[in-house]
């Protein structure tokens, strides 16, 4: 079974930072197609950043220029840098991943991963 390994969540206050990681047991990252998403209660969860396996990343307009998404191939990690927290950021993060279409391939513009990590939690005071 895979394994999306995740950490890094937490509290911050407003204008913090966290950086959040996740590594696949069984794939490599560069094989796949990685990515970030967060959920809120009561709310569909949302795409925010992801990157293909030729390192193209994509994020979403609500977090563009305050998070990154990264990877490191030989750590076989993918990362999240958030910065200039908000409290809207306040919210379960999800890794996922996809390595049967490594190029992010998505359908009406959204991307449905066959791999997901198990949420960690990221809360912003303001």
């Known amino acids: 079974q895979v394994q999306l390994v995740e950490s890094g969540g937490g509290s911050v206050q407003a204008g913090g930072s966290l950086r959040l990681s996740c590594a696949p047991s069984?794939?490599?990252?560069?094989?796949?197609?990685v990515g970030w998403f967060r959920q809120v209660p009561g709310k569909e969860r949302e795409e925010i950043a992801s990157?293909?396996?030729?390192?193209?990343?994509k994020h979403a307009d609500s977090v563009k220029g305050r998070f990154t998404i990264s990877t490191d191939n030989a750590k076989n990690t993918l990362y999240l840098q958030m910065d200039s927290l908000k409290p809207e950021d306040t919210a379960m993060y999800y890794c996922?991943?996809?390595?049967?279409?490594?190029?992010?391939?998505?359908?009406?513009?959204?991307?449905?991963?066959?791999?997901w990590g198990q949420g960690t939690q990221v809360t912003v005071s303001s």
């Open positions: 069984l794939y490599t990252i560069r094989s796949a197609c």
């Open positions: 996922a991943a996809d390595p049967t279409f490594p190029w992010c391939s998505r359908s009406s513009g959204r991307w449905r991963p066959a791999d």
């Open positions: 990157i293909d396996s030729y390192g193209t990343p």
